[in-house]
């Protein structure tokens, strides 16, 4: 039987991420953006962002967190979704 090495494969994965991004930034393309959209104050959905951040940082890739309250409306998070899908600067 055969055990894989998860954090070892999850390194090689974003070190070959890590060079495909230089390779891009080098060729004149902009850096990477992933934009997450957060809703309240759920200690496992902000931890899982703040990792998201510290990747992001590592490979650069420009990361934007908006968090919003528990009370944002439906049509808060629509208009923000619809101004993202309309930025070409966000991937």
Do not use: W
């Amino acid at each position: 039987m055969t055990i894989l090495d998860g954090k070892a494969v999850s390194e090689e994965i974003l070190e070959d991420l890590r060079i495909e991004i230089t390779d891009l930034l080098n060729q004149g393309n902009r850096v990477p953006r992933l934009d997450i959209i957060i809703v309240g104050h759920d200690y496992a959905s902000e931890k899982y962002v703040s990792m998201k951040e510290k990747k992001g940082e590592k490979l650069g890739i420009k990361i934007v967190v908006h968090k919003f309250e528990d009370d944002v409306t439906e049509e808060a998070l629509k208009q923000l979704i619809v101004k993202l899908n309309d930025d070409s600067l966000v991937d």
